[in-house]
């Protein structure tokens, strides 16, 4: 199971990096280039065949994308959001319908995220997942 929460982990930083951090064309262009880089160091470290790393990149490009289009919907929410904070009147109900829609928005990316790990823990061999684990862990030991 904690394999699974490391391999989760990767692909959540993967996520919130193309989610949140990203701010135009030619930042989501860096972005993608770093993360596009680090998961082919992880994958270069781990010694993943040609097909193991096509389906991780799949994976990846997927995922970078569902955060980038999660992004830009979130800029959108703070817009209607200042719109009605402008109004006459606050619509509360439309309001809650925003936020919850977000709210929905961003759990399914986030399942998306988990099921893509699922889908990479599978992927890999048993000593793969190990290496990962290790590589991961270590990176993270200053926390």
């Given amino acids: 199971m904690k394999k699974i929460v490391v391999a989760a982990t990767l692909f959540a930083a993967v996520a919130l990096l193309a989610g949140f951090v990203v701010q135009g064309p030619m930042h989501s262009k860096r972005a993608y280039g770093f993360v596009n880089y680090r998961i082919n160091s992880l994958l270069d470290e781990i010694k993943a065949t040609d097909s193991q790393r096509a389906q991780v990149n799949a994976i ?49 990316f986030a399942n998306k995220a988990a099921d893509d790990a699922i889908k990479v823990h599978d992927l890999l061999t048993p000593e793969q997942r190990v290496q990962l684990k290790a590589e991961l862990e270590q990176e993270h030991s200053h926390d």
């Fill in 60 to 108: 990846k490009d997927e995922l970078f994308n569902d955060g980038f289009a999660l992004k830009q919907a979130n800029g959108n929410l703070r817009k209607d959001l200042v719109a009605q904070w402008d109004s006459d009147v606050v619509d509360s109900a439309k309001i809650h319908t925003l936020v919850n829609d977000r709210v929905e928005a961003f759990r399914a």
